[in-house]
């Protein structure tokens, strides 16, 4: 049992604040706060790092009407860490870039972002280089890998060893310390604000709510540009004065070696690495449950206590807790706009993502009404799924801990409209015992979830209609067995054309490695259509073809798929419907299929 959280002194609610007076406090000044293989961290050498990078930070960017605007391409890395912590002294705005942008989307992110210094991940450098003309605020000289930002550490401002002092800025807790990108129904990703005293809040109400204690360890492997690291592992950890273990990206043959190497204590996640840890642990014991139990749940190095995140199946969930020997498995809904959130302890109803304890949450329809509590058949399924299902809304004159859009009026007036902040995600509710349990039922149409990322739905269409022979596309989510999303684009192809699967995943292929693609955007379904259904505004109606996904019973049209390891997209038959109703049905998932 891990012992409660160090109480700290009084001291303001900014990340400086808190990094200061941990470095301090007697009984976390030498303990052990960050590592990544064999490099550790202290509280105070975490501190005197960021000291250092804030000096840098300000000697380089020559700030001016406005805080610094930093931005970093990394992955998992101490570096990452110092270059928050240094923001978060010198009171700059770190902006998060996702690793996996490339071309004009890259570059239009890092030119919307205004930073006038990037740190790059060395083995990302050509995608830089490849839009480097493009970039209009950064120097080239302020331009550095990582190695490069160490060196430079050093030679401007002194070694490791050298404990400056805060530069004399000033820094609230309304200071902007990180902006995290997600992405819009248009345009280029999205940048959220998230101020100091939003991420100490999500360090306080995280810790609280799982509670982690001083001699807790984290381990990251999740990106530490997305908030899912920072939010439920970073600042829950560092908040209590707790450790945390990097690992540059996910790796589901590592994560138990990592797990016992480590001493890790709990975990966060996005659903699909739950279900690839699964698998790794199932290949390396051919499943023999009785080996599991020996060598990993009850190996003398496992410590680890609870996992926490979000997209986890049911099955997964139950099967990761036995497996790993869990006290509690926490699945999770919110975003980083962090409106709206909800935790799953024991006990409450299967599938659920928490109750709602915010009375301003509501499920919305269309019209604006209300939503009905889910009426349950006896086979578990929503009786009255079209009263019950609806948007995910919080009905308020505040926007809780959603600070709006970096330099995006337009996006923060269409997500938060007429005292409604509007998720973009369907849900309901079950009522049980007076209480109102909040179910995940996907995007709505113009998004689309996978992987724990949120993404525009029409800017995966945008890229796919630049094949010559598709005029319009569509694309949009369908149902996962495992976790959030899949991935299904409809294709109106032109006049005589023939849609040819090896050509257009081929294709798709170039649209990630040259054309700015992510690579979650890749359709794992095709739906090739002779024409789609309008709204009375000539828009493309995708709520009929989400509605009826990749049902063979339901679309005539013909359906192509990829599974892993694929190189062409196939046919996709009755048979391998039955086949994946199968899985769904096993992952306790059938609903999202029939419904």
Known sequence: ???????????????????RVRAEHPETSDKL??????????????????????????????????????????????????????????????????????????AGVLNQSRATLLVVEEKLLPEVDRVRRELRHVAPENLLSVGEFAAALTREVGPAEKALPYPDVRVTPQTNLMVIYTSGTTGLPKGINNNHFKLCATGIGVSQSTGLGRDDVGY?????????????????????????????????????????????????YVGEPVHYVLAAIEREYQGDEERIRREVTEHPRNALRFAVGNGASPVD????????????????????????????????????????????????????????????DADGKIANYDLAVGEICRVATDTGLFQGY???????????????YHSGDLGHVLERDGKRF????????????????????????????????????????????????????????REGARFDPKAFFDFCERQISAGGMDRKWFPDFV????????????????RELKR?????????????????????FKPFTAGDYERLREVFRKSERLNLLER
Not at 5 to 18: G, M, N, Y
Not at 548 to 555: L, N, Q
């Open 548 to 568: 009826v996904h990749f049902d063979p019973r339901r679309v005539s049209d013909p359906i192509w798929f990829r599974e892993r390891g694929d190189t062409a």
């Open 527 to 542: 739906r090739v259509v002779r024409d789609f259904e309008y709204t009375g505004t000539q828009k493309v109606l995708v």
């Open 438 to 493: 909040l179910f995940f039922d996907g995007r709505t149409d113009d998004w689309i979830r996978k992987d724990g990322e949120n993404f525009s739905a029409l800017q995966v269409a945008r890229f796919l209609s630049e094949h010559p022979d598709v005029p319009l596309a569509a694309a949009y989510g369908v149902p996962c067995s495992v976790s959030d999303e899949l991935v299904m684009a409809a294709l109106k192809l």
């Open 406 to 420: 970096f330099d995006n009026a337009d996006a923060n007036a269409s997500k938060y409209r007429d005292g409604i």
């Open 317 to 376: 969930i139950d099967r990761f807790s036995r497996w790993l020997g869990l006290e509690d498995m926490f699945e999770l809904y919110g975003s980083t706009e962090a409106a709206i959130s909800t935790m799953r302890r024991k006990g409450d109803p299967r599938g659920s993502v928490g109750e709602i304890t915010d009375a301003s949450v509501r499920i919305l329809r269309e019209d604006g009404r209300e939503c009905v509590p889910a009426r349950l």
């Open 220 to 268: 990251a492997s999740m990106p530490l540009f997305h908030s899912n690291s920072m939010f439920v592992c970073l600042m829950p950890c560092f908040w209590v004065g707790g450790t945390v273990t990097l690992r540059e990206r996910f790796s589901g043959s590592r994560f138990v070696p990592d797990c016992l190497e480590y001493g890790a204590t709990c975990w966060n």
């Open 33 to 106: 706060f960050l590592r990544h293989d064999e490099r550790r961290w202290s509280y105070r050498h975490f501190r005197d790092e960021c000291a250092r990078v804030a000096h840098f930070v300000l000697a380089r960017t020559r700030p001016g009407g406005e805080p610094p605007h930093v931005a970093m391409l990394l992955e998992n890395h101490l570096e990452l860490l110092s270059l928050y912590g240094g923001c978060a002294v010198a009171g700059a705005t770190l902006f998060g870039v996702n690793t996996g942008l490339r071309g004009e989307t890259l």
């Open 1 to 19: 049992m891990t012992r409660p959280p160090i109480e700290f002194p009084a001291a303001a609610l900014t990340v400086r604040e808190q990094i």
